[in-house]
């Protein structure tokens, strides 16, 4: 599991933001944007860039967003 076992009210809020449109679509232009970038990729270290900048910034972007 990507994220750890919540209880009670906390994976109730989680799953609610998790379940939101905005949320949904910020992960889903990520994964868009990391498909992108890595078919786009001319050598090898250029994919590593793509999944810190798009795997993992841009996701946590999105589920930073969650709890603002």
């Known amino acids: 599991e990507i994220m750890p076992s919540l209880v009670g009210s906390e994976m109730c809020i989680r799953d609610r933001a998790m379940a939101e449109r905005e949320t949904r679509g910020c992960l889903n232009m990520a994964n868009l944007n990391l498909q992108q970038c890595v078919a786009a990729a001319n050598q090898q270290y250029e994919v590593p ?17 969650v709890y603002q």
Do not use: K, N, S
Not at 56 to 61: E, F, M, S, Y
């Open 49 to 65: 860039f793509c999944i810190g900048e798009h795997a993992l910034a841009d996701v946590g972007q999105c589920i930073g967003g």
